[in-house]
């Protein structure tokens, strides 16, 4: 018993929060574009399986750092070893979704479906990686693992999303953001369905549990749409909701053929 009494204290060790732009952020901060450096300086355009291969590596870190998490919020060892999950960090949300869709995509082999989940890491995730990247102002905490954690997985998905667009395995083009979409609909619509089981089964009476901030039974919290929640039909809710990321998934897109198409200019130059 003492034994993993150590081992949860050493799970759960303290440092003082990180601020955002302090040290600790920017450190990782750093680190994510530098890896997504060495990703494009390193790839070899006849290594057509490399980002394939790299994609799942980093799925399957993130996902080992997401149980560590998990871990870490639902045992206490405060009166002995005690288990209580904490439903309000089930891994259903936006910035978890990369793990899942990479861990996909690095095992699908090449074709519509595996072009799908790598282009919503290229574009979705990217957006929620930079989103987080640029303002953490609530995903750090006084336990240095989660925010080592927190911080491994959304810079990863800024990584990632810039070494599928750089090395061309996700076509900088318009179409891109058409062939992710179905992948963040279908992530949408899983949200709900658990937003709905756990207000049927009644833990919403004890617990916090709000998947993808969707949830027709909790109070809006989402910036920008709480507002329209407030106002709007539900069922237009979540159609507003997607349009929505899309339209700021397809800006990272965007930003991919701008830069693209200076580089161009500057070799004919």
């Known amino acids: 018993m003492k034994f993993w009494q150590d081992f949860l204290r050493i799970l759960d060790f303290k440092m003082e929060k990180p601020e955002p732009y302090g040290w600790f952020?920017?450190?990782f901060f750093a680190l994510s574009i530098i890896a997504a450096i060495i990703l494009c300086l390193t790839h070899k355009k006849d290594d057509v399986d490399r980002p394939r291969k790299v994609v799942l590596i980093t799925a399957i870190?993130?996902?080992?750092?997401?149980?560590?998490?998990?871990?870490?919020?639902?045992?206490?060892?405060e009166n002995g070893i005690t288990f209580d999950f904490e439903w309000y960090a089930f891994p259903w949300q936006f910035c978890s979704t990369p793990m899942y869709v990479g861990l996909l995509a690095g095992l699908f082999k090449k074709g519509k479906v595996h072009d799908a989940l790598s282009a919503y890491l290229a574009t979705y995730a990217l957006f929620a990686g930079v989103s987080v990247m640029f303002y953490p102002t609530t995903v750090f905490i006084s336990t240095m693992g989660v925010n080592?954690?927190?911080?491994?997985?959304?810079?990863?998905?800024?990584?990632i999303g810039i070494y599928l667009l750089y090395s061309g395995y996700v076509k900088i083009e318009h179409k891109s953001i058409l062939k992710a979409l179905p992948v963040f609909s279908v992530a949408v619509l899983i949200a709900v369905i658990l937003n709905e089981l756990a207000y049927f089964t009644g833990l919403l009476e004890t617990d916090t549990f709000n998947m993808f901030f969707v949830s027709r039974h909790c109070e809006p919290s989402l910036p920008v749409y709480s507002i329209v929640q407030g106002i709007v039909p539900y069922p237009w809710?979540?159609?507003?909701?997607?349009?929505?990321?899309?339209?700021?998934?397809?800006?990272?897109?965007?930003?991919?053929m701008l830069i693209k198409k200076i580089n161009i200019k500057k070799s004919l130059a």
């Not at 080592?148 to 990584?159: L, N, Y």
């Open 25 to 27: 952020h920017l450190m």
């Open 61 to 77: 870190t993130v996902i080992v750092l997401e149980i560590y998490k998990l871990v870490n919020y639902s045992f206490s060892y």
């Open 148 to 159: 080592i954690q927190t911080m491994i997985c959304h810079g990863s998905m800024i990584t």
């Open 237 to 256: 809710c979540l159609i507003i909701y997607i349009v929505g990321f899309t339209l700021a998934a397809y800006i990272m897109l965007l930003i991919a």
